[in-house]
Structures are given as C-alpha cells and as structure tokens.
C-alpha cells in the first residue's frame, strides 16, 4: 500500500517551473515508488524506464539519441549515474522543445552526477531530496507541520512516539520504507544486507574505492562518531588510511546520503569558536547496526544514548526542510570555552537555537549554551529545547520546550 511523502505537492509545483527534476537521495529510500505513483496520475501518463536494468542502460551509454528517441517524455529516468552521458542530450531536447516537465530523474548518489547535472542541466533543473519517512509521514494522515522553527506553531504530538522504549524502537530500526509495512523483516537482516549492496553497487561501482573491507571499517568506526566533532585525523588512525583517503571516504559518504557534516556557525559572533564540522547519520538505523545496538532497551540505556537521540532529532529537522523542497539551514556553534548549541537555524536574518535533550523532565539549566548565544549576538530569535517531555510549553519568554513528537 502507497504511503504519501510530503514531497508530492512540491515536485508537481516545480514540475510546472522546470523542463528537468531531479530526486536524489540514497537507494531504497522510495524515490521510484513517489514518482511512479505520481507519473501515473498525470494525464497524459508518465512513461518510465529504469537503467538499473541491463538493458536499457546499454542502449543509453552506446546510443545516448536513440534512447531518447525509444522513451519519449514525459518521462520518468530511474538511476540516472549510470548512464551520465544522457544528460548532454536531454539538455538539447528541453531546450529545443522549451516545455516544462519533460524529465523527471533519479539518483542514488551525487558523485558524478552532481558535476554533469552542474555543466549540463544549470538553470534547467530542479534537485529536490528525499529520505527515509519522517514520523510525520508515518504516523500523521496529512502534513500539519511544514519546516521545523522554534518561532512556528509545532506539530500536534504522535502518540506513538511518546515515551522513551517507543522513541528508541523507531531509532534502532530506522525510517527506510520497508520498516513502515506489515511484512516488516528482521532490522538486522535488512541492515545487512542494505550494506552489502552499498558497498557493492554504489561503491564499488561509483567510486575508485578498491579496499572495500577497509572502507567497511572506516564507515563503522565513523558510525561510532555519530554526533561528535568530525577529527578526520583521528579517524584515519583508527581505520589504518591516510588522513587523505579518510577525507575522500567522508565525501563518498556524504554524497551517497549516509552522512551529514554540520558545519558550524561562525559569523558575527565571536573569533574563538570551533570550525570543525559535526558528524551524523541520515538513518539512525543504519548508525544503531554499525555500532551494534540491536536492541532498543539497551540502545536507550548505552553510552551512545544521548547521540543516537541527537542523531535523530538532527535527521528530522533535515527532513522537515528537504521534504518541503528546501535546502536545510543548519549549523551547529561552538566556542573553544565550551558553551555550545547543538542546532543552529538560519533563516530570515535570525538565528533560531535549538538544544536537544534525553530527559522528560528539562530545566533552565539545559538552555545555558543558548543564553549565552544571545548575549554574543543581537540575531538571535526564539529557541527550543527538544526533549522527550509530553507536551510543550514555554521555559521562559525566549524558550519553548518542545516534545520530540511534535517535530
């Protein structure tokens, strides 16, 4: 049964503005699945063709014209990266036809992608991302929340998600698609085997990666890190490569959608702050299977507890933002005192702070980093702490406490 994402109504906007869409995010996420459901209530119907299969990508990377010739738009092109040549000649085609809505693309990946999409497609193209579901997306029938700001109404609390054992349950298992069905398989199994086929399709494939066991290493120490300053140097040590192949590895992850590097803020504000990007996971699922947490008794009572929590309310917000079409704000600060806010949100010439906490029952005391942001900068608008309380009010006149649920 089709779950609706958030994304719909945006790409059927952009669709109308764009000759060329392009939905990225990474693989299994339900990219084929939003746009087919799409494709097909479009009138005329959309055609579709995936270069996943042998077939089809053959044709596209020996006869690029003759492809476009066989599968005419409107046109739905499924894993795109394989076939990057094609770009060139649908540039040519939209251009010739000056018609909105054409193509619609997917891709698992931005290596090569990315910089074909930038020399051919620049003005013609709308990228837009899509991850695992949102708990919105789940457990809401309709989108009542938008992007998260701690200066806008929230969402009304899931109650699925209410409580510690119920939160940590959506934390071990992930947000992929497949979670969300009846015929839910073993998170261990699918894990498992999501990760071959990365390595082995993306990777392997994608990349000039030759090591694959070594990379296998780096990406499950990396998940350890999850939350914590990015010491690529430390990193490297650890999984036995050169600082150089760790910093190239980290690119491989953040362009295939495994990780996120929030940067930090740092104008405006004072010199004496930390410039080290943070590192998280897009699914927390995937974190909680690299770093061995099957469980989500154990995993909500461990050493990563407060990361994995942070990793996920982090994610969220990212999705709050990309599955309404728009890029996502973030950054984090941090001086070389201490004082700290685990979120920064950019928007509108403000800064809006936000601090994540693992308690149900949060205080002043938790909010100390934002305090002290706003005694730096004038900028500073309305903050939130997220915790696991079960419903919002206000800490004080700058400050609202806002349930995990609500986001």
């Not at 795109?80 to 698992?108: F, M």
């Not at 910089?115 to 003005?123: D, K, N, R, T, V």
């Not at 069905?181 to 990760?195: E, R």
């Not at 082995?200 to 350890?224: C, I, Y």
Request: aromatic content about 10%.
């Amino acid at each position: 049964m089709y779950r609706n994402r958030y994304l719909e109504p945006h790409i059927k906007r952009l669709t109308k503005s764009f000759p060329v869409i392009l939905l990225t995010g990474p693989r299994q996420i339900g990219k084929t699945t939003l746009l087919e459901y799409l494709g097909k209530r479009e009138s005329p119907r959309r055609n579709y063709v995936s270069l996943d299969e042998f077939g089809p990508r053959t044709l596209a990377n020996e006869d690029p014209d003759l492809f476009l010739e066989r599968y005419k738009p409107p046109l739905i092109i499924d894993e795109i990266q394989y076939a990057p040549g094609l770009l060139q000649r649908i540039k040519i085609l939209v251009d010739r036809s000056n018609k909105n809505g054409q193509y619609w693309l997917t891709g698992s990946q931005h290596f090569p992608l990315m910089h074909g999409i930038s020399e051919s497609l620049a003005g013609r193209v709308a990228i837009i991302k899509l991850l695992g579901f949102s708990q919105g997306e789940e457990y809401r029938k309709r989108d009542s929340g938008g992007t998260f700001r701690p200066d806008k109404k929230t969402a009304p609390p899931i109650k699925e998600m209410s409580g510690t054992d119920l939160v940590f349950e959506r934390i071990v298992r992930g947000t992929f698609p497949r979670f969300i069905h009846k015929d839910v398989p073993p998170t261990q199994t699918y894990h498992g085997s999501y990760l071959q086929t990365y390595i082995e399709r993306d990777v392997r494939t994608l990349t000039k990666v030759m090591n694959l066991s070594a990379f296998e290493k780096f990406l499950r120490l990396a998940a350890a890190r999850a939350g914590q300053l990015l010491n690529l140097s430390e990193l490297a040590r650890d999984a036995q490569i050169a600082v150089s192949t760790a910093k190239e590895w980290m690119g491989i992850l953040e362009a295939s959608f495994q990780v996120y590097l929030l940067r930090p803020y740092f104008r405006n504000i004072s010199k004496r702050q930390i410039k080290t990007p943070k590192l998280y996971f897009l699914d927390t699922g995937m974190v909680c299977y690299l770093t061995g947490w099957h469980s989500s008794e154990v995993a909500s009572q461990g050493a990563m507890a407060g990361s994995l929590l942070e990793n996920y309310v982090i994610s969220e917000i990212i999705k709050s933002y990309w599955h309404h079409g728009y890029e996502a704000p973030l950054w984090f600060w941090r001086t070389k005192e201490g004082h700290e806010v685990d979120l920064i949100i950019e928007e509108e010439g403000r800064l809006f702070p936000v601090e994540i906490k693992m308690s149900m029952t949060p205080d002043v005391n938790m909010t100390k980093g934002i305090l002290q942001l706003k005694k730096l900068s004038n900028d500073v608008g309305k903050g939130a702490l997220i915790c696991l309380a079960e419903s919002g009010y206000p800490l004080n006149r700058e400050i609202n406490i806002v349930p995990l649920s609500c986001i």
